[in-house]
């Protein structure tokens, strides 16, 4: 596949793009259903909840992650991860005004 011209875009659109992207696998849905389920951060119990391997859930986290759509700190051997709020809310912004400006056309358009 050719290189996508991200420069062609704005800001905006880059970073919903790269949302939509990080939001396309179901995997990731259920972490992030998993974590907005919590009052706090999740250190390990993926595995046994979600039943895929350690190291696919990782791939996962860091997925999210890098999305900024989730937080981790180290505790101990382990990392803790749980819904970075900030990013969550433009995210949750973002989709909401890309949604809401649809108007239905009256006419058959199509």
């Known amino acids: 596949m050719g290189v996508t ?22 995997a990731r849905i259920a972490i992030l259903q998993y974590l907005l389920k919590r009052t706090t951060c999740v250190c390990g119990s993926l595995v046994d909840e979600l039943g895929l391997a350690q190291a696919t859930i990782s791939q996962h986290l860091r997925e ?9 700190t180290v505790e101990g051997t382990s990392v ?31």
């Open 5 to 26: 011209k991200t420069d062609l875009f704005t800001t905006n659109q880059n970073q919903l793009a790269t949302w939509a992207r990080v939001l396309g696998h179901p």
């Open 64 to 72: 999210l992650k890098d999305a900024g759509l989730i937080t981790g």
């Open 80 to 110: 803790c991860y749980c819904i970075e709020p900030k990013a969550w809310a433009k995210a949750q912004a973002a989709f909401t005004v890309l949604f809401t400006s649809f108007k239905p056309i009256t006419s058959n358009c199509c």
